[in-house]
């Protein structure tokens, strides 16, 4: 069941402006799990399944050696990870 109440709408909407902001993808996916994070930690959101799993695929993108840049290839499945969480954030 998702989540319901000002809480939940408001995290939801700040994730969905992260995801959509013009910054570079990857940083903003570090932004979007951290917000997710503290929605989830505070209950404001419930993790669902494939949320859980779209996060878990967005934290490999993201894993980057020290002093290594990210490329395309992250940006490209960053940008296309958020996309899918954004669309499932209504049932979390």
Do not use: C, W, Y
Request: no cysteine; aromatic share 2%.
């Amino acid at each position: 069941m998702a989540s319901s109440g000002p809480a939940a709408d408001a995290a939801r909407a700040e994730v969905r402006a992260i995801v959509d902001d013009k910054g570079h993808s990857v940083d903003n996916a570090r932004r979007a799990v951290a917000r997710l994070d503290e929605a989830f930690a505070a209950g404001d959101l419930v993790r669902t399944p494939a949320l859980d799993a779209m996060l878990g695929d967005l934290i490999v993108a993201l894993e980057q050696d020290d002093g290594q840049k990210l490329g395309g290839k992250s940006a490209e499945a960053a940008r296309f990870i958020l996309r899918a969480v954004s669309r499932e954030l209504d049932n979390a």
